[in-house]
């Protein structure tokens, strides 16, 4: 098994357009490359709305040599703790999460605390083999001024 380590895979950003995220080169060794279909995007939040905020992007693995390898994708908790994740706009703090699933019940993370890890495969066709969807949550009701909050979150995808 090949660890690849992807520093700043998943940007969240509120109001700001996240970082575009792009096609990563597999490292030396590694059976696979990283492709980004979409960062995590939530849109606008409103300290007004009674209802949660959710957000969803998805990550795929390809260039797999041979075909069809099983990877997992760890993450870390980025500015807070998995129990509760944390955006930033200067001092100010957003609370927020990421799942594995869309009932919003798994937390993703490194497996431990509670947390669960992502699993798919990955092909080589040039194609994405599985794309992992990644759903985000903020809990409503948050009382925040406007601004960007950004989150950065490292990806530990192993083969």
Known sequence: MNPLH????IRLALI???LALS???ALAGS?????TVSAVIF?????FTVTDTPGAGSFGVTNCNPNNVAYTAAATAGFGQYSARTMLSGSNA???????DSAHTI???DGSNGTAIIAG??????????SSTIYGNIPAQQDVPAGSYVDTITITITF
């Open 23 to 25: 096609s990563l080169p």
């Open 121 to 130: 495969t990955g092909s080589n066709n040039g194609n994405v083999g599985t």
């Open 94 to 100: 957003l609370q927020y999460n990421l799942y594995k």
């Open 107 to 109: 937390i993703w993370g």
């Open 16 to 18: 700001a357009a996240p």
């Open 6 to 9: 992807v520093p700043s895979l």
């Open 43 to 47: 849109g606008t939040y409103s300290v």
């Open 31 to 35: 059976a696979c490359s990283v492709s």
